[in-house]
């Protein structure tokens, strides 16, 4: 990103004066919040632009992982894994309970 101006840039413009010029401290204190937003609002791009480059980088991570669940599995393949799972974690407990 490119742009014409920058919080130095910013600061270091100098304003002619002439007879009934503006009042120089009014300048100041208008351009002082200008190199604030601008600050602000350059920190913020860069965050944006890292956090982009960190969630393009999870997605090519994620899209070159195995998928879990294979295309041809049923609802009721899925059922009987959490069943299996489910007897092997708790056992005979589940049916026991009276």
């Known amino acids: 990103m490119d742009t014409k101006l920058n919080p130095k840039t910013i600061l270091e413009k100098e304003f002619k004066i002439g007879m009934r010029g503006y ?3 009014e300048v100041d ?5 200008i190199i604030q937003d601008y600050q602000t609002f350059k ?3 860069s965050d944006l632009q890292n956090d982009n480059e960190k969630l393009k980088e999870e997605l090519l991570t994620a899209q070159k992982r195995p998928a879990a669940v294979s295309a041809g599995t049923t609802n ?4 009987k894994r959490i069943s299996n799972l489910e007897n092997h974690v708790f056992g005979s407990k589940l049916f ?3």
């Open 76 to 79: 009721f393949d899925l059922l």
């Open 43 to 45: 920190k913020t791009i």
């Open 29 to 33: 204190l208008f351009l002082d919040d």
């Open 23 to 25: 009042n120089q401290e």
């Open 96 to 98: 026991d309970q009276e």
